[in-house]
């Protein structure tokens, strides 16, 4: 089903093609006068401090859905309150169309949990707040329950300090491709950008460290991401992190990515104990041999098992394995088994991701689109009755554009084993510096409101090496910039 739009308030068109696509998928929504199956008028009126939203449908059996609101003005609110009930008075529509209830209602947005901190800050309790997100955007029971869940593991975990900052250090190489990739991480080849580009990340490492000082900032957690940093060689890892825990001594945490097992040798998991790393993830992906190899990941479940069981053995006691539910070809039962092999692991911590199909990504220049809806819904379900079967707790949520489902990639973990840095980025209620290529610093605010600014280094390796200068200048600005 293809849907044009038309619409009186042209910059919420987007909000009304996220909520189309909530009940018809990707490519569901198109511009008005764009070959369609359906045409939904949109019309915007205020009359006695009132907003009326009215969402029509025609091309079949025309119906009509209408919102009213008290109307706002002024800035950011009336902005984020009119995007609402337009959004709103369109998921009415689609709601009455198909007679279904989407798991997330009407949340379109990436962090849901924000909602409800919100609601909480407004007086609210956990449980009114819940209960005010339920009503509001017709989130499902499981959903609620789901972010309620999170919120309490982050008791003890979400902090809200200025001058506390986490450090990311991305390694942008990887052995060959995930088909599902859409990050800006090349094939690391024969090696040759390595050293340069280590070279350029060490000057951006002591720039950080200066800034740090220079600007009174105070050190929380350390991630080291990626691509995939045990793509490099001992040697090159064991340099990384003497530089890292020199300038960054003291994190909280210090997690490092080992995401592939074909990255993995003794000789490396040495390296990263021996600078004190904590935690890392291995990541399966799927413990099926045939997807991993239709996927592009250049090794086997055995490899997996075989990389877990060597990190136990050299001391690692906090190990993440991220899965991905519905990956092209699988079935719930493929699912499962995965998560069974991964509870005989047992790993620390489980992250359930969704495809998500990424325009970027290879999967989706190869034409393939999620199918199956109510399958990756399962597989998602699955997903946290086995981390909890684990014994772990949801912590941190977030949501994708081009996901199977709709739905949301979740990390679990045990009590106490839950990883700071990534509530931090998923709350943002840490800065963020963020070092290397394709990294996006972030700069969080409280005065009179929330204000969050981001200064992105360049994602093209070559370039990165070429400008580091300029990269750790913008970073300054961003953290100076009221005392420059
Ligand atoms: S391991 Fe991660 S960064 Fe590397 S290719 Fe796969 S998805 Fe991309």
Not at 389 to 410: I, S
Request: hydrophobic letters at 40%; glycine letters at 8%.
């Amino acid at each position: 089903m293809k849907i044009g739009i038309q619409t009186q308030t042209p910059q919420f068109f987007p909000d009304l093609c996220d909520v189309v696509r909530l009940f018809f998928g990707e490519g569901s929504a198109v511009a008005d006068g764009e070959p369609c199956d359906a045409t939904l008028r949109h019309t915007h009126v205020e009359a006695d401090g009132l907003w009326l939203e009215r969402c029509e449908l025609s091309g079949g059996e025309p119906i009509a859905c209408e919102r009213r609101a008290q109307a706002v003005h002024g800035g950011l609110t009336e902005k984020r309150l009119l995007k609402r009930v337009v959004k709103l008075c369109c998921y009415d529509l689609m709601k009455r169309l198909t007679g279904r209830q989407p798991p997330w209602g009407a949340l379109t947005g990436i962090r849901p949990t924000r909602l409800l901190y919100a609601q909480m800050e407004a007086g609210d309790s956990l449980e009114q707040a819940e209960r005010a997100l339920r009503d509001t955007f017709d989130l499902s029971q499981e959903k609620a329950a789901l972010l309620r869940e999170i919120i309490v593991s982050q008791r003890g975990i979400v902090e809200r300090a200025p001058q506390d900052v986490d450090v990311y250090v991305g390694i942008p190489f990887c052995t060959t491709r995930c088909a599902y990739c859409s990050f800006s991480s090349g094939e690391i080849g024969d090696g040759h950008l390595v050293e340069p580009y280590l070279c350029a990340l060490f000057d951006e490492i002591d720039a950080a460290r200066a800034l740090m000082d220079e600007a009174g900032l105070r050190l929380r957690a350390v991630y080291v991401g990626g691509g995939t940093p045990t793509a490099l060689t001992a040697v090159q890892l064991a340099r990384l992190l003497a530089r890292v825990t020199r300038a960054f001594p003291g994190a909280r945490e210090l997690t490092v990515e080992a995401g592939r097992p074909d990255t993995l040798d003794a000789d490396k998991l040495r390296a990263l104990r021996d600078a004190g790393v904590g935690r890392i993830s291995i990541n399966p992906q799927t413990m099926n041999d045939a997807t991993l190899q239709a996927i592009g990941r250049a090794h086997t479940a055995r490899d997996i098992c075989e990389a877990f069981a060597l990190a136990r053995s050299l001391g690692f006691d906090n190990v993440n394995m991220d899965v991905i539910a519905a990956l092209p070809g699988e079935t719930p039962d493929d699912f499962l088994r995965t998560l069974e092999q991964i509870r005989d692991l047992a790993p620390e911590s489980l992250t359930v991701h969704t495809l998500a199909v990424k325009r970027s990504s290879r999967l989706h220049e190869r034409g393939y689109r999620p199918t199956g809806e109510e399958d990756a819904r399962r597989m998602v379900d699955m997903g946290l009755q086995a981390a909890h079967g684990m014994g772990m707790r949801a912590y941190y949520l977030y949501r994708q554009k081009y996901m199977a489902g709709n739905l949301e990639n979740v990390g679990y973990a045990l009590p106490g084993c839950a990883c700071a840095y990534n509530v931090d980025i998923m709350e943002e209620t840490t800065s963020i510096l963020a070092l290397g290529a394709g990294g996006i610093s972030k700069r969080v605010q409280e005065d009179a409101q929330l204000r969050i600014r981001r200064a992105p280094n360049v994602s093209n390796i070559e370039q990165y090496i070429a400008r580091v200068g300029e990269m750790a200048q913008r970073k300054r600005a961003l953290f100076l910039e009221d005392t420059l």
